[in-house]
């Protein structure tokens, strides 16, 4: 970085929170993608009062600048490979307050997200935005991704738990928006817009986020499914009964053979291989009344929908069974080159998608296919995985013919080629297949409204 800025954000920060070390810039300048990190600096401000005067100083001097959380993004969204200023919240990772009147909790945005688990369950009550990259990832990169994870079947995604935001704008503004209110019709709701904007439009700095009533205790089931009809009408039959799930994942053989090559210490519960599994968690009824669980599986042995069944009966089986689907992530990591699409589609509409789709993907050769997700809320996660030794390039030339055909069936079921990941710099070419022009220009509209020199976190959802 030019001497001149560095100095000045030395003078910001002090001497130990801006460094250009080689090591940093490799850390600070990706997420979990490939890329290449190329950022000038990365700063590690403790406060909004410092991120202000960053800002500030960027928005005089046009440095453009990269926001970056735990870098568990699988869209390349922080990714800093053009010289940019990265400005990590890790150091601002305090939970600030629990209030059990308002249920909600309110902490600083590099707070990792487990932090929060942990802070709400300490009082007594549950923080519900739940997902497998928990222990690294942080609130401000939930909050500017809108992630969704595990349990938003039952308690909806990030956005649906922001009750106040605090943002710092390019030009070093604080907002503080919506003042942790259940109610306020002032206009446009200003807070929407940040979440899930992917560091483009300002950098969350505080939020207060609303907290649930702690699970009773939790009931969870492995179903072996011959088909994803089955799957679907499985989620039919737990709506019907009155089960309120906390969390319909699935997974198929393949991601269960994956993972138990990668983690031998998992007990494969099957003695069938089948080509779906399915996880149905729901909170154990009240005292007195009957368990749910046999009656329902009873009747989804009868109706076809499942083969076999295991339940969870300790807290190790318990582990054992969302072991399967929490790290299929990790082990298709470690197994070859990936690629992956998080697809959502109208959940009625799934199991024709998905007809249609497995046809497509049987024309393609030497890559393996891992599908899982949280089909509950539609949305698939499908990876494509290559041999490591296959160079990158030569992989990705033989997976987008097939992913184009996936995103043309996606766009026909008016699905979303970016259920929870984010667009980012790896789907940007793909979003005129769930968003029209005029939806596009629109966006732009806004981003040259919040930020008109883009400084913030340029290049990331579309080009201007
Ligand atoms: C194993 C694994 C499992 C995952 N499972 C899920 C899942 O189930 N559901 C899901 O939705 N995602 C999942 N993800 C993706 C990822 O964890 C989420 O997108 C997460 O919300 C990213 O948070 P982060 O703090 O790591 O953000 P980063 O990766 O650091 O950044 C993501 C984006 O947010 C911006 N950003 C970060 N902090 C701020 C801030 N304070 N202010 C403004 N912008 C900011 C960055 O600029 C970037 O655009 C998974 C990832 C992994 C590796």
Same mark, same amino acid.
């Given at each position: 970085?030019?001497? &001149?800025?560095?100095?000045?954000?030395? %003078?910001?920060?002090? /001497?130990?929170?801006?460094?250009?070390?080689?090591?940093?810039?490799?850390?600070?300048?990706?997420?979990?993608?490939?890329?290449?990190?190329?950022?000038? /600096?990365?700063?590690?401000?403790?406060?909004?009062?410092?991120?202000?005067?960053?800002?500030?100083?960027?928005?005089?001097?046009?440095? $453009?600048?990269?926001?970056?959380?735990?870098?568990?993004?699988l869209a390349g969204a922080a990714n800093a490979s053009h010289e940019e200023l990265v400005i990590s919240l890790e150091k601002m990772d305090r939970i600030i307050n629990i209030d059990p009147i308002n249920m909600s909790i309110r902490? @600083?945005?590099?707070?990792?997200?487990?932090?929060?688990?942990?802070?709400?369950?300490?009082?007594?009550?549950?923080?519900?935005?739940?997902?497998?990259?928990?222990?690294?990832?942080?609130?401000?990169?939930?909050?500017?991704?809108?992630?969704?994870?595990?349990?938003?079947?039952?308690?909806?995604?990030?956005?649906?738990?922001?009750?106040?935001?605090?943002?710092?704008?390019?030009?070093?503004?604080? +907002?503080?928006?919506?003042?942790?209110?259940?109610?306020?019709?002032?206009?446009?709701?200003?807070? *929407?817009?940040?979440?899930?904007?992917?560091?483009?439009?300002?950098?969350?700095?505080? /939020?207060?986020?609303?907290?649930?009533?702690?699970?009773?205790?939790?009931?969870?089931?492995?179903?072996?499914?011959?088909?994803?009809?089955?799957?679907? $009408?499985?989620?039919?039959?737990?709506?019907?009964?009155?089960?309120?799930?906390?969390?319909?994942?699935?997974?198929?053989? @393949?991601?269960?053979?994956?993972? #138990?090559?990668?983690?031998?210490?998992?007990?494969?519960?099957?003695?069938?291989?089948?080509?779906?599994?399915?996880?149905?968690?729901?909170?154990?009824?009240?005292?007195?009344?009957?368990?749910?669980?046999? !009656?329902?599986?009873?009747?989804?042995?009868?109706?076809?929908?499942?083969?076999?069944?295991?339940?969870?009966?300790?807290?190790?089986?318990?582990?054992?069974?969302?072991?399967?689907?929490?790290?299929?992530?990790?082990?298709?990591?470690?197994?070859?080159?990936?690629?992956?699409?998080?697809?959502?589609?109208?959940?009625?509409?799934? !199991?024709?998608?998905?007809?249609?789709?497995? &046809?497509?993907?049987?024309?393609?050769?030497? &890559?393996?296919?891992?599908?899982?997700? *949280?089909?509950?809320?539609?949305? +698939?996660?499908?990876?494509?995985?290559?041999?490591? $030794?296959?160079?990158?390039?030569?992989?990705?030339?033989?997976?987008?013919?097939?992913?184009? @055909?996936?995103?043309? +069936?996606?766009?026909?079921?008016?699905?979303?080629?970016?259920?929870?990941?984010?667009?980012?710099?790896?789907?940007?070419?793909?979003?005129?297949?769930?968003?029209?022009?005029? %939806?596009?220009?629109?966006? $732009?509209?806004?981003?040259? /409204?919040?930020? !008109?020199?883009?400084?913030?976190?340029?290049?990331?959802?579309?080009? #201007?």
């Amino acid at each position: 970085m030019n001497s &001149v800025h560095y100095e000045a954000l030395e %003078g910001i920060l002090g /001497a130990t929170r801006i460094s250009e070390k080689a090591d940093d810039l490799q850390i600070y300048g990706k997420d979990w993608t490939r890329s290449t990190p190329k950022p000038s /600096a990365v700063v590690f401000p403790k406060t909004t009062d410092e991120v202000s005067k960053i800002m500030k100083y960027c928005h005089k001097n046009k440095i $453009k600048v990269v926001p970056s959380g735990g870098r568990t993004g699988l869209a390349g969204a922080a990714n800093a490979s053009h010289e940019e200023l990265v400005i990590s919240l890790e150091k601002m990772d305090r939970i600030i307050n629990i209030d059990p009147i308002n249920m909600s909790i309110r902490a @600083e945005a590099g707070a990792i997200t487990e932090s929060l688990h942990k802070a709400a369950k300490d009082q007594g009550l549950f923080y519900p935005v739940d997902l497998a990259a928990k222990g690294s990832c942080q609130l401000g990169g939930n909050i500017a991704t809108n992630a969704g994870g595990l349990k938003l079947i039952r308690y909806g995604g990030t956005r649906e738990q922001v009750l106040g935001l605090e943002v710092v704008l390019a030009d070093g503004t604080v +907002l503080d928006l919506n003042y942790d209110l259940r109610k306020n019709n002032i206009g446009y709701d200003l807070k *929407h817009l940040f979440i899930g904007s992917e560091g483009t439009l300002g950098i969350v700095t505080q /939020a207060t986020m609303k907290l649930a009533t702690l699970p009773k205790e939790l009931r969870l089931t492995c179903m072996a499914c011959p088909d994803f009809e089955s799957v679907t $009408k499985l989620l039919g039959l737990v709506n019907l009964r009155g089960i309120h799930p906390t969390a319909f994942e699935f997974f198929t053989q @393949e991601c269960l053979d994956l993972v #138990l090559k990668h983690q031998k210490h998992r007990i494969n519960p099957f003695q069938e291989k089948s080509p779906i599994y399915t996880l149905l968690e729901f909170e154990k009824q009240p005292e007195g009344s009957l368990d749910p669980m046999e !009656p329902f599986l009873e009747e989804a042995f009868e109706r076809g929908l499942i083969s076999d069944a295991v339940i969870a009966t300790n807290s190790t089986e318990f582990q054992n069974l969302w072991g399967f689907r929490e790290n299929i992530s990790e082990s298709v990591a470690i197994e070859g080159n990936v690629r992956k699409n998080d697809i959502s589609l109208p959940i009625s509409s799934l !199991p024709a998608f998905i007809n249609e789709m497995e &046809v497509v993907l049987k024309k393609i050769q030497g &890559v393996q296919m891992f599908l899982f997700g *949280h089909i509950g809320d539609g949305n +698939l996660h499908l990876n494509y995985v290559g041999d490591f $030794k296959q160079d990158y390039t030569e992989f990705r030339a033989v997976t987008r013919a097939t992913e184009e @055909e996936v995103f043309k +069936l996606v766009q026909k079921y008016r699905g979303s080629i970016s259920a929870e990941h984010g667009i980012g710099v790896l789907k940007k070419a793909d979003l005129h297949f769930c968003l029209a022009p005029e %939806g596009l220009e629109l966006q $732009k509209r806004i981003k040259r /409204a919040f930020d !008109p020199d883009n400084l913030l976190n340029p290049g990331k959802i579309f080009d #201007l």
